[in-house]
């Protein structure tokens, strides 16, 4: 059975028109505001943007979903998790600088700001999956208190999984750094021993006692002790201990979805998504920078399904013509896929299809266009 997926354009027909309106009358029509109960918390997972980045979404649109979630009576927070990589977003304090600088203040987006793994990223519960790669995932401890959630998110392309929309936001961005760790290799951590300053933080956190200091005060992991859990990567304020990105790119979406699995297990009212297909950059808004987008802006659309909306939103971008002088090498033309004329050595579809596959929603939907 197809699921709908709303969708909203970008003209602007008349002078009572806006984006701002369209966003609030795509949230009407989908009925998102039916899970919204009175005085119950609401999480909005967002991505706020690395710093000198600027294809995150934009916080005055963000401030529209965040206001119709109040008019259901709704207690809306928007929050993220932190990266595993050392940029600005690796700790809640620097993240939340971060999302400040990048314009997600109260008086903008009229709501708080929670990062939802702790300090450090060690705030987070097991939930178990029983799937292929994971028996069990790490899970941001706030996104799972949260009774409800809404995933907005940027739909761009990834240099690791083809394309990044609601599976890719659910899935990364809703695991804690070791969880992280977890999705982008299976291989143990490799230590620097020239950057260990022997800190002790990746023992303390070691849930199998598998590291130690040295007689030089360095830290050795004994890896036949070692589970791969990733907690160590994310302990390690030094970069120490190396995140290991080697991974077979559809093991890692395979991974990545296994995790959104986890993400939306706890929420038994469901999830509601809305892709904001605007800036389509050929890369993560976890780069420093952004590039040119390689389509024109297309729109926004809403669903309860993360699955039949990442395909809506691919197929309306492979719908573009492509823009010249930007990373698109390739399929310019109306049809062609442009994540694979950036990147043809990766088949962005296996997300799609193992996200189906494993019950996390349909690749077939019905596309309702929305007028003011």
Known sequence: MASKVFFTDMRARSQKDSLSKRIRYLFSMADISSFCQEDELVAVKIHFGEKGNLGYIHPVLVRQVVEKIKEAKGKPFLTDTNTLYLGSRANSRDHLQTALENGFSYATVNAPLVIADGLYGHSFEEVEINQKHFKSVKIASDIISAPNMI?????????????????????????????????????????????????????????????????????????????????????????????????????????????????????????????????????????????????????????????????????????????????????????????????????????????QEIGLGTRKYELVETKI
């Open 151 to 355: 995933v907005l998110s940027h739909f761009k392309g990834h240099l690791a999984t083809g394309f990044g929309g609601a599976l890719k936001n659910l899935g990364m961005g809703c695991a804690n750094r070791g969880g992280k760790q977890m999705m982008h290799s299976p291989l143990k951590p490799k230590l620097d021993r020239e950057k260990c300053k022997g800190c002790k933080a990746c023992i303390k956190w070691c849930p199998t006692e598998a590291i130690r200091l040295d007689e030089e005060k360095k830290a050795v992991i004994n890896y036949e002790e070692c589970v791969g859990c990733g907690e160590c990567t994310a302990s390690c304020l030094y970069e120490a201990i190396k995140v290991q990105f080697k991974s077979e790119t559809s093991e890692l979406q395979e991974r990545m979805v296994e995790f959104a699995l986890g993400a939306v297990k706890t929420k038994e009212k469901g999830v509601a998504y809305i892709n904001f297909v605007i800036n389509v950059t050929p890369d993560c808004d976890c780069h420093a920078w952004s590039d040119a987008p390689i389509v024109p802006d297309v729109g926004i659309l809403a669903s309860f399904d993360p699955v039949a909306i990442d395909q809506a939103s691919l197929d309306l971008v492979n719908r573009q013509t492509g823009l010249v002088e930007t990373k698109l090498a390739q399929n310019y033309s109306p049809g062609q896929d442009k994540f694979w004329g950036i990147r043809s050595n990766i088949d962005h579809t296996v997300q799609l299809n193992y996200a």
